[in-house]
């Protein structure tokens, strides 16, 4: 038991898949995992453990947001002995050229918060991603003929930026190559590097901050469906 978290000892594997919403944790678990068991509810913050193709995996829904995730993110990590984590979630596009439900594979993430400022005594941290992960991740999508995209997204704390401040704050990242922004993947990197484990985001555009393409519900879930099956494939293939 960790302070968020109930499960107990050995009961999250090593390889944990990490979607923000809690119903699309027991989505995964259902449709994806053989055997599989709650191992959390505390907060509604929904787990499941069991088997993909013989592989025990977690599935651990984070919430919205980097504070919320790195608090599951360090439990997994110096709790459970967490070794492969990976991030499956959706994006903002911040260029016109990415379409929605195009995969995006974060190869990096800047970040617009403070969060790790003290870490790095205020200077900027490069988070990437295991080079492993992302090269295993690019070649399945492309073998599947999914639309993917390789590169920087922004970590943003802001889903609803002030537009009477700017109506296209985005436009310092878009023009250094930052493809989309999300809200977690900067501290799942960030994490996961500080104990020499290993991490990936693999996202799907939801929007297009630029064009004001959207994806609809459908449209959403079966972008997270694609998702999950190639998180797991990575891991457990
Ligand atoms: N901003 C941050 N996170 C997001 C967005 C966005 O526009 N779209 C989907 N996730």
Redesign the pocket.
């Known amino acids: 038991m960790s302070v968020h978290l109930e499960a107990r000892p050995g009961e999250i594997a090593p390889i944990v898949l990490l979607p923000g919403d809690p119903l699309r944790a027991q989505f995964i678990a259902e449709k994806f995992l053989e055997d599989a068991v709650c191992h959390n509810r505390v907060r509604n913050a929904l787990g499941f453990t069991g088997t993909y193709k013989g592989t025990r995996v977690s599935v651990q829904s984070t919430g919205m947001g980097m504070p919320s995730a790195a608090i599951y993110i360090h439990e997994l990590l110096a709790q459970y002995g967490a070794r492969v984590l990976i991030r499956i979630g ?3 596009a911040i260029r016109a050229d990415l379409r929605t439900r195009d995969l995006v594979l974060a190869q990096a993430a800047a970040t617009d918060s403070a969060m790790f400022r003290a870490t790095f005594n205020g200077a900027t941290y490069a988070a990437t991603a295991s080079f492993d992960l992302l090269q295993q991740a690019h070649g399945l999508a492309t073998e599947w003929g999914k639309p993917v995209r390789v590169g920087t997204v922004l970590t ?1 704390d802001t ?1 609803y930026p002030d537009e009477s401040v700017v109506t296209t704050w985005w436009n310092p990242w878009a023009e250094h190559g930052v493809l989309a ?3 977690e993947t900067a501290a799942l990197y960030t994490l996961a590097a500080r104990r020499s484990a290993r991490a990936l985001s693999i996202l799907t555009v ?2 297009n ?1 630029v064009t004001g393409e959207q994806t609809t519900a459908e449209e959403r879930q079966t972008g997270f469906s694609d998702m999950a099956q190639l998180a797991l494939a990575v891991v457990c293939e």
Do not use: H, I, P, R
Request: negative net charge; glycine residues 10%.
């Open positions: 959706t994006c903002g943003s889903f922004a999300e809200m939801s929007d901050l």
